[in-house]
């Protein structure tokens, strides 16, 4: 009788070499606690099925979702699993709505077209749409704000509004939700704002210390990034409501994204702009390193993952590279044709783009069937 505690461990990585990542994932580790599954082991399935993807033409994994009468200037994308499947993409455009879609499971439409998915519309803002987050502890809960000075609430699976958080008087510019029922908004008026959404809707704490509009919001937890259009990101310390530490750039910082560990933060300088990266302990930030990350035009947003680090530019252009940053970028996704690409999303292994062109681009590398 052989067990996996008898097998030779070189036999045991002999065997699994020549099985794909992704099925050790979903099998293995499901009957045996020694493989039990880590963010690290999740970042190798990543790896395998991100490269892979990388190296085939662009039009074979993207599809373009149309709907919006207006530019589209936030994207989300919801409840994905490692292949993009059971995923809800929201945007939201100046034409005051909030796009909806669906995809369909596979056996109901093989394909990668739009008809792989359902829409729908949500429609209570009278301005732009700006910017949208959702609860990290449940698939159904979408928060948007934007231009008409409104913070509202939605259940997204029965499509209906159930909360206006009515109390900003400047346009809310970003979203956050740094841990179940507590909302963050950085607003046009310099200020941030936290609401506990399980108590009467009434905001608990103000964070103040900007000198320009709030245009990025991210967390730890405990702690939160800003990003301003005064050209700094500040750390906060939600707990003391104290800033801990303020960090000047030479040009407007565009967006941030904060992930195990790491804070990415762009520039959005002309013609272009710098990538910086921190290392975040202890409630510090420590630079890391700055590099170009080779578009023609200024930059607008970034996401990254433990695999690969996507930005978006007015050129147009996604491009997405791995960590080694000496490296050209692995890919170019040209799915707006030369609009500005306003934001980007990264969820797991798909990304999704909203821009000028009022569409929304969703790439998702297929995957083989196990």
């Known amino acids: 009788w052989m067990s996996f505690n008898t097998v030779p461990t070189e036999l045991i990585v002999h065997i699994f070499s020549s099985i794909p990542t992704r099925v050790l994932l979903r099998t293995v580790a499901l009957v045996c606690k020694t493989f039990g599954v880590s963010q690290w082991q999740l970042a190798c399935a990543q790896s ?3 490269t892979a993807a990388c190296s085939r033409d662009p039009t074979e994994n993207s599809c373009t979702m149309k709907g919006p009468t207006g530019a589209v200037d936030c994207v989300l994308l919801l409840d994905p699993d490692l292949h993009g499947t059971n995923a809800v993409i ?7 709505n909030i796009y909806l879609w669906r995809r369909r499971r596979r056996e109901e439409t093989p394909g990668r077209s739009m008809r792989s998915f359902t829409g729908s519309v949500l429609s209570e803002h009278t301005g732009w749409v700006w910017s949208l987050a959702s609860d990290p502890t449940s698939t159904s809960l ?3 704000g934007g231009w008409d000075n409104k913070v509202l609430l939605w259940d997204v699976a029965a499509g209906q509004r159930v909360e206006n958080i009515g109390t ?10 740094p841990e ?3 909302l963050m908004t950085g607003c046009f008026d310099k200020q941030i704002r936290e609401f506990d959404l399980r108590t009467p809707i009434s905001h608990t704490s103000t964070l103040t210390g900007h000198k320009g509009p709030v245009l990025c919001l991210g967390s730890t937890g405990y702690y939160v990034f800003s990003a ?8 906060w310390d939600r707990r003391t ?3 801990l530490q303020k960090v000047t750039h030479k040009s407007i910082v565009t967006w941030l994204h904060y992930d195990h560990g790491v804070l990415t933060v762009t520039e959005g300088g002309r013609p272009t702009g710098n990538v910086n990266i921190y290392s975040f302990t202890g409630g510090h930030l420590d630079f890391l390193q700055a590099f170009n990350p080779g578009h023609s035009k200024p930059l607008t947003c970034i996401s990254h993952n ?10 147009g252009l996604v491009n997405l590279r791995s960590w080694n940053l000496a490296d050209k970028p692995l890919l170019s996704l040209n799915n707006h044709k030369g609009n500005s690409i306003s934001r980007i999303h990264w969820n797991g292994s798909t990304l999704v783009a909203g821009g000028g062109d009022m569409t929304v681009s969703l790439w998702t590398p297929k995957s083989a069937s196990l």
């Not at 433990?306 to 050129?315: E, F, G, R």
């Open 90 to 96: 929201a945007a939201g455009a100046r034409d005051g």
């Open 168 to 177: 900003h008087k400047f346009a809310v510019l970003s979203l956050l939700f």
């Open 142 to 144: 979408l928060c948007s």
């Open 241 to 243: 409501q104290k800033r």
């Open 48 to 50: 395998e099925i991100l």
């Open 180 to 182: 179940s029922h507590v």
């Open 228 to 235: 301003s259009d005064d050209k700094t990101v500040c750390v």
């Open 306 to 315: 433990l695999v690969m680090i996507a930005t978006s530019s007015q050129d």
